[in-house]
């Protein structure tokens, strides 16, 4: 009596919890029920997952229509200074990889992913040119240092971590992580060592080169989201980087000997009259991908990597100008420092010139500003704060050089 009355008065929707006096209708299934309003529901969200596989569309990480590679790179302008060429190669390849998201599913012409390779000394922009375009396109973004890396079995970290890091950045949302971009720092670090005395493996080169082919190609990768040794009981994410963007940085020092090499000239020394210009200062310009092989990355990785393109070294006019023109300029970030003292915050010309000029001294790029307009500062952010009788600081040349020469910055010397 009582399993008839339960049934009788007391079902409920097993999705929305609506009682069966509130339903028009109650469908009973073998351990639940449903009403024709959780139906209704279920039949929209259907129809949206079916029309949304059918184009192949995705509306969420669509690029704007009128978005092109121009405005790409006009709005890298206002952040980095100069590279207009490297500028030019990543804003094409971003954007050939999100209009290739929003490609229509079948026929004999798929698009491939264009991943890329940046060349560049250090403190040159390659991180920051990463970081700048995945902000302006509003999508996940993550940076990972290839040097941590090591083949599965030995100490040190998973190629899986990489995308680790992107499923934190997205809460574990894996469909949004599938349409992230992914920046590897230090690649150059784990380029193949030649002439390798040790007879074990190079478990932190080109093992790891090799570890990181498919994921690089796309492929669905198990990842441990919380990182894979630490947490072995974890349940494993699968992700699938078809869609997720490489871009891959590094200094690869010493490659200009590899170039001059190949163009038959020296980085030192006299030239012959008879052979074709060259621009020893600048040979970066002429890299290719054989140059890359040389110097120890796998042709397997290389391919996976077609888009290659370097960043030339920074001379002291792009430095005065990343000191001053950027919106997110490095003066400016010390001038709004000082305005919440009240603190109007002036740099003299020659005080401008005087800290690229040691920036190039110190071979630093432009990570080299910071610490020396850390140097430059750091008494005046200690001793100024509170004081109710200064309005205005003027840093001139004489006050950058005193301050700098009590610095141990002055001990580097120009590599």
Known sequence: MDF??????????????????EAKILVAGIDAHICEICVEQAQEIIDEELDRKKTGVSEEFALPEKLNPRDIKVHLDQYVIGQDEAKKFLSVAVY?????????????????????LLVGRTGTGKTLL????????????AIVDATVFTEAGYVGEDVESILSRLLQVCDYDVEMAERGIVYI?????????????????????????????????GTEVHVPPQGGRKHPEQKLIKVDTSNILFIC????????????????????????????????????????????????????????????????????????LILTEPKNALLKQYDKLFQYEGIKLEFTPEAIEFIASKAIEFNLGARGLRSICEAIMTDAMFELPGKTDVDKFVVDKAYAEAKLSKSKLTQLKAA
């Open 96 to 116: 050939n990889h999100y209009k290739r998201l929003g490609q229509q599913i079948g026929g004999d012409v798929e698009i491939e992913k264009s991943n890329v």
């Open 130 to 141: 990463a970081k700048t375009i995945a902000k302006h396109l509003n999508v996940p973004f």
């Open 185 to 217: 720092d230090e690649i150059d670090k784990i380029a193949r060592k030649q002439d390798n005395p040790s007879i074990t493996r190079d478990v932190s080169g080109e093992g790891v080169q090799q570890a990181m082919l498919k994921m690089l190609e």
């Open 4 to 21: 008839n009355k339960r049934n009788k008065y007391n079902l409920r929707c097993s999705f929305c919890g609506r009682d069966k006096t």
């Open 249 to 320: 940085g590094g200094a690869f020092d010493g490659i200009e000997k590899i170039i001059a090499r190949r163009v038959n000239t020296q980085v030192i020394g006299f030239k012959n009259g008879e052979e074709e210009e060259v621009d020893r200062d600048h040979l970066l310009q002429y890299i290719t991908h054989k140059d890359i092989k040389s110097y120890g990355l796998i042709p397997e990785l290389i391919g996976r990597l077609p888009v290659l393109t370097y960043l030339e070294p920074l001379d002291e006019a792009t430095l005065k």
